[in-house]
């Protein structure tokens, strides 16, 4: 796991929450729900490789 992960999570944490805010105080709560959704799938599709790598990495060092 590099660094760069977890500097670009809280970018994308940042930038959806900046959107969120402004939306929601311009009254449109349904697109910020929505832009908060999207926020949190995009960091699980990121988290997703990483993970099948720790899986992968995990089964060399037991060798199952």
């Known amino acids: 796991m590099d660094i760069s992960l977890i500097l670009k ?6 930038l959806v929450s900046l959107c969120s805010q402004v ?3 311009s009254g449109k709560d349904e697109q910020s729900v929505l832009v908060t959704v999207g926020g949190i ?3 699980m599709l990121m988290l997703v490789g990483e993970l ?3 899986i992968e990495s995990i089964r060399k ?3 199952i």
């Open 23 to 25: 939306l929601s105080k």
């Open 61 to 63: 060092i037991f060798g």
């Open 9 to 14: 999570i809280a970018g994308i944490g940042l």
């Open 41 to 43: 799938i995009v960091v």
């Open 52 to 54: 099948g790598e720790l």
